[in-house]
């Protein structure tokens, strides 16, 4: 089956549990250069940490878009966006607009609480930096752009990594182990910015750890509290009717990037739910294409 063809289970209602996709062909975007599980990172105990890169043949050195992607932390697939867009249509806009793009795996909940995630995509950045020359790509221009819990990942790395005493324990050493990790813009969609105000959710990412150790993880890996005056240009897209994630986390985060005196801007969708399901994405991605062309170029 093309990666292309696969839809939501169902057309309404709650889907039920994925426990599997069906064999599928993953044709690259047209017109790319595909390299295809590229290991950046190996812990030991875990399995390789790996991730996709396709580089637009028209473009000479271009500019980097690490996609981060969802899942609540727990599920999700380099390769895949929300069954809802159609799959590979997201990468090959980039693509088409002359920015290459990767597309990362990271640890799950299962495998690794968090910080570890962070300390993955953090790896990835620094990969990419490592290995520009050979990849053919300008990893000085580069953007973290995730949705959803990906878009929790990508803040944290973005604004921790600009920040100028970067907190180590943070961004770790896994991979590359060393080496910038600081990025050019951040894109957020409908993400999870201030933990410290979702107490359940708190609860579910460190089940086992006591309360009082909880609140202080909450408040270390709240994006909120990193904003600095020199912290990346953001776009935070969010849906007014999202019952997963509160618009008022994308709220907080552009008021506190303003308030530091930060660029950000802020849009949201009114009748959007999460995945903006109940408006067309499209425009959205015009949207981000747009941000991310002006900061990358």
């Not at 271009?62 to 932390?73: A, E, I, K, N, R």
């Not at 570890?116 to 953007?143: K, N, W």
């Not at 007014?240 to 994630?245: I, P």
Request: aromatic share 8%; glycine share 8%; charged share 20%.
């Amino acid at each position: 089956m093309d990666v292309r063809d696969l839809r939501p289970p169902v057309e309404d209602g709650p889907w039920p549990p994925a426990t599997h996709h069906p064999p599928l062909d993953h044709p690259p975007p047209e017109g790319a250069r595909t390299w295809t599980g590229l290991t950046y990172a190996m812990v030991d105990g875990y399995r390789p940490m790996v991730l996709d890169l396709h580089v637009p043949l028209a473009a000479l050195r271009p500019p980097v878009v690490l996609w981060v992607h969802g899942g609540g932390w727990r599920e999700g697939d380099r390769r895949l966006v929300p069954l809802q867009w159609g799959q590979q249509r997201l990468f090959q806009r980039l693509v088409d607009a002359g920015l290459a793009v990767a597309t990362v795996d990271y640890r799950l909940l299962a495998e690794s609480s968090l910080p570890g995630p962070v300390h993955d995509v953090v790896a990835a950045v620094r990969y990419l930096r490592r290995y520009a020359d050979e990849l053919g790509v300008d990893a000085s221009r580069l953007a973290l752009w995730g949705e959803s819990a990906g878009a929790h990942l990508a803040a944290v790395v973005a604004l921790a990594a600009g920040q100028a005493h970067p907190d180590q324990w943070l961004l770790g050493s896994t991979g590359v182990g060393h080496g910038p990790a600081g990025v050019t813009a951040l894109v957020g969609w409908y993400g999870v910015y201030d933990l410290t105000l979702l107490p359940s959710l708190v609860a579910m990412l460190w089940p086992d750890t006591p309360a009082y150790e909880r609140e202080e993880l909450a408040r270390r890996l709240s994006p909120v509290r990193m904003v600095a005056p020199d912290s990346p240009p953001m776009l935070l897209l969010h849906g007014e009717a999202d019952t997963l994630v509160p618009v008022d986390q994308s709220v907080r985060l552009h008021e506190a990037a303003r308030a530091a005196g930060a660029r950000s801007e802020l849009e949201v969708s009114p009748g959007s739910e999460h995945v903006f399901a109940g408006e067309p994405v499209e425009p959205r991605w015009e949207r981000t294409v747009d941000f991310l062309a002006q900061h990358l170029r």
